[in-house]
């Protein structure tokens, strides 16, 4: 006999697999469909770069210099997305936030001679930078410009960029939309024809707070919840997608 409970997760589940599915069917009959773009934006970590395992070391060494219980992994990829200063700050937690610039001097040393030492590729990044090796693209991340060039590098996907935009680079950040206006103006798009690629809600909330197109990756380090919520243009649960939906 079913109980309530049991009746309302299977509904549960049979409604997300549904979405699943019609996200997938709306992926896959995009190469009928396929929308012009000359400007190509992507995001950084959770989307071009696997990079979740080298920042959950960087902060564990980082707490346990200071003496501070370690974090499990889950949570530390919840704090990623909102730049260094934010990461720290929700790492150390409310109790030890006078350590807070002692630790990012800390996090900042260790991440900066450990951060290849897991970092990998996303699946497919490659094959679809490659595709668009002819595109005008940039990074646009909120992790510092010095580690977002010091991967890229590492990774030899730097020379696909125009430009590398990092936390650092401009006096804001995601999901600012000043960001996006020097972007159009300094290369001369339109809108219509711009695209963010990302897997956080900092890239959904910059494309709709400045009119370009988004396209929200579901595994990369964002909460698929939270990005399903928030209505992007496009999604996809694999990059090689992207190839499907742009020319």
Not at 71 to 92: C, Q, Y
Not at 213 to 220: E, K, R, T
């Amino acid at each position: 006999m079913f109980t309530n409970i049991g009746h309302e997760h299977s509904q549960t589940v049979f409604m997300e697999t549904n979405l699943c599915l019609s996200l997938h069917f709306a992926i896959y009959i995009a190469g009928d469909m396929m929308k012009k773009v000359d400007l190509m934006i992507f995001d950084f970590d959770g989307t071009l770069v696997s990079s979740s395992a080298d920042l959950v070391q960087a902060i564990n060494f980082t707490l346990n210099s200071l003496d501070l219980k370690q974090r499990p992994e889950e949570e530390i990829i919840s704090f990623v997305g909102d730049g260094i200063n934010h990461l720290i700050e929700k790492a150390l937690g409310h109790d030890h936030i006078k350590y807070r610039e002692r630790a990012i001097w800390i996090f900042s040393d260790y991440y900066s001679e450990h951060l290849l030492d897991n970092t990998r590729l996303c699946p497919h990044a490659q094959d679809v930078l490659k595709n668009f090796k002819d595109k005008l693209k940039v990074i646009l991340t909120n992790k510092r410009f010095k580690f977002t060039l010091a991967i890229t590098q590492g990774l030899n996907i730097v020379d696909y960029f125009a430009e590398i935009i990092g936390a650092d680079s401009m006096p804001f950040r995601k999901p600012d939309r000043r960001l996006i206006d020097y972007l159009l103006n300094k290369y001369g798009t339109a809108k219509e024809r711009t695209v963010i690629i990302g897997d956080g809600i900092n890239d959904i909330a910059i494309a709709k707070n400045s009119g370009i197109m988004s396209c929200a990756y579901l595994n990369g380090l964002g909460n698929r919840q939270d990005l399903l919520s928030l209505k992007a243009d496009y999604y996809c649960d694999d990059l090689s997608a992207i190839n499907l939906l742009f020319y």
